[in-house]
């Protein structure tokens, strides 16, 4: 891919360079998706097992309620399990070449800013996952064994590759879900935007993470809420961190302004004794004729 110091020696490149970027960013994330995938596969058996945890702690044994109901059950439940798991493991990664196509579109305070962020961004996506695992999931899975049993419907069992594509897919949509404030934190960096923005927006910003989970999470209001609602303590973590750094950008302003001005006096005062020592000089030739 193309350095962010080659991008900045030419602004303006061809369309076919632009095609070029484009390709050689598509066989980043393939290779990516493929070395996590690697990854994934002697993995595979382990990966099941803690797919089972949450299940235990619902109340179920996965022994009895996870199945396979097909004749190559296996194969489709390993081919889930090692694609699922290598897209969890390479999206950080994928991620990143993600970043770096439109990289060389950005300024240089803009670069500085994302590549300030990009462990903060690692940090988050693994927290993400981390509460999607722990609390998320459980909790969703014994609301909607409750849901069953307050309709007088019982689930005896349900397909082993449904539920872990289920769970994989969760846990990718908290991870990225959690990169909000990078984003946000970056654009504040940068001045694209700021606290006093965020602050009138939040309603619509609520909203909006309401529906965002909503759409990445099981139809249970309960479990939108866990996705929802450490996002929007994030949003609001995000307009307290801008606002803190525009008052340190505040009062760095006047210090710079003093030191200006003591160089303007400095430089005047130079200049006044250079004209007197001109002037001095301008007596004694006078003198000597």
Excluded at 29 to 40: N, Q, R
Excluded at 118 to 144: E, I
Excluded at 224 to 240: H, K, S, T, V
Excluded at 254 to 274: M, S
């Amino acid at each position: 891919m193309t350095s962010p110091d080659e991008a900045t020696k030419d602004h303006t490149k061809p369309f076919v360079e632009h095609l070029d970027d484009l390709r050689k960013t598509i066989l980043w994330c393939a290779v990516s998706l493929l070395i996590g995938m690697c990854i994934a596969v002697p993995l595979a058996p382990w990966i099941k097992h803690a797919l089972e945890i949450p299940v235990i702690k619902a109340g179920k044994n996965p022994a009895e309620y996870l199945k396979i109901l097909k004749v190559a059950g296996g194969l489709q439940l390993a081919l889930k399990l090692i694609f699922w798991s290598g897209l969890l493991f390479s999206a950080p990664f994928i991620v990143f070449a993600i970043g770096n196509f439109v990289f060389p579109g950005l300024t240089a305070r803009e670069r500085k800013a994302i590549q300030r962020s990009s462990g903060f961004a690692v940090a988050l996506f693994v927290a993400g996952v981390s509460m999607g695992y722990y609390v998320t999931l459980p909790v969703a899975l014994q609301v909607m064994f409750k849901i069953n049993a307050w309709l007088g419907e019982t689930s005896e069992f349900v397909e082993l590759g449904d539920y872990v594509a289920f769970v994989l897919k969760l846990l990718i949509a908290f991870g990225l879900t959690f990169q909000l404030p990078v984003i946000l934190l970056a654009l504040g960096s940068v001045g694209i935007i700021s606290s006093r923005q965020l602050r009138e927006k939040r309603r619509h910003v609520l909203v909006g993470l309401l529906v965002i989970a909503m759409l990445l999470t099981p139809p249970d209001p309960l479990t939108q809420l866990l996705m929802a609602g450490p996002m929007a303590l994030l949003y609001e973590g995000c307009i307290w961190m801008i606002w803190l750094k525009e008052r340190r950008s505040e009062a760095d302003e006047p210090d710079e302004a003093d030191e200006a001005d003591e160089a303007d006096e400095a430089d005047e005062a130079d200049e006044a004794d250079e004209a007197d020592e001109a002037d001095e000089a301008d007596e004694a030739e006078k003198a000597e004729e």
